[in-house]
């Protein structure tokens, strides 16, 4: 059964663009399924604990799948961090999240990985507007803590412009390597981006 062509989307309006499979050359197809092998065979040989996590959420129920997600990611590290490390790490990947579905436009992109010394924490969301600190509100529980913990807890916080996912290792901090991560950034919006040491 023969395709002949697919849908894909300007990512610039969205307008669907229509691409023929039979125009594209066999040399570019090849090259194509090479990556596609080699990216398979780096996964493989990849420690399990430094190939990320990403996911999309949105809403309060977001906010509870995030929390697992940051829950089991630490649950598969080896060695494991220790169940501070672990409480520390769902903390900030909640408070994270609950701001950017509470400020940010109700959804969120997260993701985790790890290194031999360090989790990385990154939350992304459609809102351009940095996170602000403010005083907590003690008299009727509106929050005005997530922040601060956040700041207290990593031992780095940065806020980038765009949303950014990592699809690759993350780089250490402080060592000033480059990792072979790969980073897609999307022009709107931004990412928190929060390391903890492991």
């Known amino acids: 059964m023969p395709f002949t062509s697919r849908n894909t989307h300007d990512s610039t309006d969205r307008k669907p663009?229509?691409?023929?499979?039979?125009?594209?050359?066999?040399?570019?197809?090849?090259?194509?399924?090479d990556r596609r092998a080699s990216r398979a065979e780096l996964i493989?040989?990849?420690?399990p604990e430094q190939c990320p996590e990403t996911i999309r959420g949105r809403g309060t129920a977001g906010?509870?799948?995030?929390?697992?997600?940051a829950r089991a990611f630490a649950d598969?590290?080896?060695?494991?961090?220790?169940?501070?490390?672990?409480?520390?790490l769902v903390l900030v990947v909640s408070e994270l999240v609950t701001n950017a579905v509470r400020h940010?436009?109700?959804r969120y992109t997260l993701a985790l990985s790890a290194s031999s010394e360090t989790l990385?924490?990154?939350v992304g969301d459609p809102s351009p507007e940095r996170p602000h600190p403010r005083a907590p509100d003690t008299a009727d529980g509106g929050g005005g803590f997530g922040w601060h913990l956040v700041r207290m807890l990593a031992q780095e916080?940065?806020?980038?412009p765009g949303q950014v996912v990592l699809t690759g290792p993350a780089p250490r901090p402080g060592t000033g390597t480059r990792s072979h991560a790969r980073v897609r950034r999307t022009a709107r919006g931004k990412t928190i981006r929060a390391v903890l040491p492991r």
């Open 17 to 33: 663009l229509t691409k023929q499979k039979s125009d594209e050359p066999a040399a570019v197809r090849a090259d194509r399924t």
């Open 76 to 88: 598969r590290l080896s060695p494991a961090p220790a169940p501070d490390t672990t409480d520390s």
């Open 157 to 160: 916080v940065t806020v980038l």
């Open 104 to 106: 940010g436009g109700g």
């Open 44 to 47: 493989r040989r990849t420690p």
């Open 120 to 122: 990385t924490v990154a």
């Open 63 to 69: 906010v509870v799948r995030a929390r697992k997600a």
